[in-house]
């Protein structure tokens, strides 16, 4: 696991985090930036499984 895949994973969680406590207080403007951030995380994490990958078969 490279350091890309691990922040990528880290900002997926706190986008998740952020994505709840939005929903469950009412506020839209956070459950969105969880959201984004979520997503962001995720292609991070998509980046890292890519250059990984690259970096094994090589």
């Known amino acids: 696991m490279n350091k890309k895949q691990v922040k990528g994973h880290y900002e997926e969680a706190k986008g998740a985090v952020k994505e709840a406590t939005g929903k469950m207080t009412g506020n839209e403007e956070l459950e969105l930036k969880g959201k984004i951030q979520k997503e962001a ?8 499984d890519v250059e990984q990958e690259v970096k094994d078969n090589l």
Request: charged share 10%; hydrophobic share 40%.
């Open 41 to 48: 995380g995720k292609v991070q994490a998509g980046v890292g």
